[in-house]
């Protein structure tokens, strides 16, 4: 009796399992189907030098208003894109739009167009064979220079396998940057630092939240600069929202920072006429007294 219902319960489970799936298909079918439509699109979010808050780099992060469901967040669709394996076709295209802007910004811009585009990479993406390749077609197709480009992987995707890894090292040989992405929140941290060829390293914006509190996120926050300085990594705090925020990472150390309290992700159009805050606004405190 007992064991026939624990049957049936998992008859159950995996009927909804099968519905999410199927869910999970119809999404990212659409998905791909929006793909060169202005469904999908591209916003871009400077990442700052402190204290000036002046424009280093920028960030394409992927926007998709469904034409029935409205604005869908990309921690749905980009999660169910990987799943069904449709973020490579998806992922490609973002990554040769970006590269394009980029160099559109760089032949319009001049000196003041961002140093580098950065551009989010899913482990799937990483996996597949051919990818530097495929990385390389796209830089020489857009006429951006590698240097410009930075690849943006989560430690979780990089340790997920050997494949992986040497694909990211490929693409670094390029002669293209590479980002840790949301640094701290996966299982591998430090012993990636020694294996991955990384530049830059984004401190999760889980750090940087309470960082004023003096507490363990201060201490985390510390401790990664620290690592950075003696690694020869670039630090980027993740998701600073207040002039306290920023005070207190520059009192730490840090000079690059993204997030709410600088700019917004803005469409492309938008990146020329980006100038910092008022800098004696941003630069109060820019080094608190102990
Ligand atoms: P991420 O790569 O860590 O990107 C940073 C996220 O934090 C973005 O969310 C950004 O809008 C948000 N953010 C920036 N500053 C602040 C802040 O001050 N406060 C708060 N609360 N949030 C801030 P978004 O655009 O919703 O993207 C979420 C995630 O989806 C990204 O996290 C990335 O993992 C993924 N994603 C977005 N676009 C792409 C893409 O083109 N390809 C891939 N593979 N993943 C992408
Ligand atoms: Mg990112
Ligand atoms: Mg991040
Ligand atoms: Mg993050």
Not at 135 to 150: E, H, Y
Request: net charge negative; proline share 6%; hydrophobic share 40%.
């Amino acid at each position: 009796e007992a064991k026939g219902q624990g049957k049936g319960r998992q008859v159950v489970f995996d009927d909804r399992m099968d519905q999410r799936t199927a869910e999970q298909s119809r999404l990212t079918a659409e998905l791909r189907n929006a793909v060169g439509t202005d469904q999908l699109y591209l916003l871009y979010q400077p990442i700052v030098a402190m204290p000036g808050g002046e424009l280093a780099g920028v960030e394409a992060l992927a926007r998709w208003t469904h034409p029935s469901r409205g604005p869908v967040s990309p921690a749905v669709f980009i999660p169910a894109a990987e799943r069904t394996g449709s973020i490579v076709p998806v992922g490609a295209w973002i990554l040769e739009q970006a590269c394009r802007q980029a160099a559109h910004w760089r032949a319009t811009m001049g000196d003041a167009a961002p140093r580098t585009v950065s551009v989010n990479v899913s482990a799937r993406q990483l996996r597949e064979d051919g990818f530097a390749e495929e990385v390389a077609a796209i830089l020489s197709r857009t006429g951006l220079p590698p240097a410009a480009l930075t690849v943006e992987v989560t430690e979780t995707a990089v340790f997920d396998g050997g494949a992986a890894l040497e694909e990211l090292k490929n693409i670094a040989g390029l002669g293209v940057k590479i980002a840790l992405d949301d640094f701290g929140t996966g299982h591998s941290s430090l012993g990636l630092l020694r294996t991955c060829p990384a530049d830059v390293l984004k401190v999760d914006k889980s750090f940087v939240d309470d960082v004023t509190a003096d507490g363990p996120q201060t201490v985390v926050a510390a401790a990664l600069i620290s690592i950075c300085d003696g690694m020869r990594l670039r630090a980027v705090a993740e998701g600073v929202e207040t002039a306290e925020q920023a005070a207190k990472l520059q009192q730490l150390g840090y000079r690059y920072a993204q997030g709410y309290y600088y700019a917004r992700p803005l469409p492309a159009e938008d990146i020329a006429g980006y100038r910092p805050a008022t800098p004696d606004v941003l630069s109060f405190p820019a080094r608190a007294p102990k």
